[in-house]
């Protein structure tokens, strides 16, 4: 498909977008027809360099609780992505969302898996269809551009809304469509598995990581990985709970005096290693987008999934390491160096520091597999609720 494209020399390529309604929805399949034509003029008007192709699928097998979880139709679209091969697909549904992080919700994009969910629910409310018309667009226009790599602005179609309730701005910005462009020219490049030279899972992933290597680390960075474990409850209550007995305890500051420093380097570093790779595959985060095995859009998913994974485990270090550092300092080191049989020698704070946050992220590991399951793939997967 792609591949034709690029022949026909001066097209940049097909960007496809599946459109995914349930069959049995009669309001998400009325509005979802208007929304494919009139999408897809939009498109080829903004953006003639590309050739659109919007595709409406109807499924016989959506989800039918209600309201629905937007987690599940998310990695529901991601399947029927690479099921369809679409670069992007839009998950639409007269149904109300079930909101996590906010209150209530009408979109969720996922920038990781190349999806968006469109709830119906609250713009059918609106008073008159022509209202209902740009309402549905705005957000659609919103959601994809989230996909395509776009943050907030006030002055556009991505200022961040409470409501969708068909006021403007409806349009993208110059610069923001620009930037659309650079992103849109990258995904209708042949895919590598389109390239056709698959020898080994490894290599396969290899080669992804060097192709993409500087998109997959802004997505990780732009993607709050920083910030993540600090919306996880339990696992928050386990690491603070857990680093309280460690400071308590004497065997602690005594392991901490016998051992030395290139072995706690080496210590933090499997550990935090390890912490990620405990909640990845005890979260089963290994099976999203996993109707397939070597497309090279599944493992960029995979790599961005874990790269954030290990990037939050690594600032909560970071975190543990400040506190445990300004706890030392302000306890007496008489009594700190007492406990660590230090005698009168002055207390390694930054050692010691190190020490208690490497066991702080081993606690957390265990913590964070109690962890409700869909509440850590959300917060991984969700781009925002909006
Ligand atoms: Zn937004």
Avoid: C
């Avoid at 996922?110 to 969910?117: D, F, P």
């Amino acid at each position: 498909m792609r591949i034709k494209a690029n022949l026909q020399g001066d097209k940049g390529g097909v960007v496809s977008i599946g459109l995914v309604v349930d069959a049995k929805d009669e309001m998400g399949l009325k509005w979802s027809s208007w929304l494919k034509s009139n999408l897809e003029a939009e498109l080829q008007k903004e953006f003639p360099q590309f050739l659109w192709q919007i595709t409406l699928i109807k499924r016989h097998d959506f989800p039918n609780e209600s309201p629905v979880d937007p987690l599940i139709l998310l990695e529901f679209g991601s399947d029927l992505k690479i099921e369809y091969g679409f670069d992007f697909v839009l998950m639409i549904t007269s149904m109300p969302l079930k909101s996590r992080f906010s209150q209530g919700a009408s979109g969720v994009p996922s920038n990781m898996l190349e999806t968006a969910v469109i709830s119906l629910g609250k713009i059918l409310e609106l008073e008159n269809k022509e209202k209902i018309g740009k309402a549905f667009m705005a957000l659609t226009k919103h959601l994809l551009g989230h996909l395509w790599g776009l943050d907030h602005n006030q002055k556009s179609v991505m200022r961040p809304r409470k409501f969708w309730d068909g006021e403007p701005p409806y349009d993208w910005s110059p610069e923001e469509k620009q930037e659309i462009i650079r992103h849109l020219s990258q995904v209708a490049d042949p895919r590598l598995e389109e390239k056709g030279d698959i020898k080994s899972r490894w290599r396969f992933y290899l080669q992804v990581l060097l192709q993409e290597g500087p998109s997959i680390a802004k997505d990780i960075f732009l993607f709050r990985s920083v910030l993540m474990m600090f919306h996880l409850s339990r696992f928050i209550a386990a690491t603070v709970v857990s680093v309280i007995f460690l400071f308590l305890s004497a065997e602690a500051w005594e392991m901490g005096a016998a051992m030395r420093t290139g072995w706690l380097d080496f210590f933090l570093l499997a550990v935090i290693i390890a912490a990620t790779l405990s909640i990845y595959y005890g979260q089963n985060l290994q099976a999203i987008g996993k109707s397939d095995k070597m497309k090279e859009q599944a493992v960029r998913s995979k790599i961005v999934l874990f790269g954030t994974l290990l990037v939050g485990m690594a600032a909560f270090w970071v975190n543990l390491f400040v506190i445990s550092f300004v706890i030392i300092k302000l306890l007496p080191a008489s009594v700190l160096a007492g406990w660590a049989g230090l005698g009168t020698k002055p207390l390694p704070a930054l050692h010691f520091s190190k020490l208690m946050a490497t066991f702080g992220v081993l606690a957390s590991a265990v913590g964070g597999n109690l962890e409700e399951e869909h509440d850590i793939k959300a917060l991984l997967v969700f781009t925002e609720e909006t």
